[in-house]
């Protein structure tokens, strides 16, 4: 099993920056998988960022050049540092692992609200 645990939302004006984070507990291995997503009121839950082993990473087109992903295995913690937000960033983020058995499990869920 997999525990994880989100801060780091808030209310942000636009143009402002937030940075968000995931600890992880359990089972854990350096291999596992690790993402950021959000779900808008609505909308269907979106990849914003990803990470796997070797530093390879991807993002969503929207947040390309804004946002952020990045992790500290010494803390069992991934980040999302993201940058001039805007109002179209407001979301619930989740934090998501998935591990090299092919465990998928998902934090509580941060908000982030980005004001106009």
């Known amino acids: 099993q997999v525990h994880l645990v989100e801060s780091g939302g808030g209310l942000v004006q636009a143009g402002g920056s937030l940075r968000l984070s995931c600890v992880a507990s359990?089972?854990?291995?350096?291999?596992?998988?690790m993402a950021w997503y959000r779900q808008a009121p609505g909308k269907q839950r979106e990849l914003v960022a990803g990470?796997?082993?070797?530093?390879?990473?991807n993002y969503a087109d929207s947040v390309k050049g804004r946002f952020t992903i990045s992790t500290d295995n010494a803390k069992n913690t991934v980040y999302l540092q993201m940058n001039s937000l805007k109002p179209e960033d407001t979301a619930v983020y989740y934090c998501?692992?998935?591990?090299?058995?092919?465990?998928?499990?998902w934090g509580q869920g941060t908000q982030v609200t980005v004001s106009s």
């Open positions: 998501n692992r998935v591990t090299v058995y092919g465990g998928n499990y």
């Open positions: 359990g089972m854990l291995f350096s291999s596992d998988r």
């Open positions: 990470s796997t082993t070797g530093g390879l990473t």
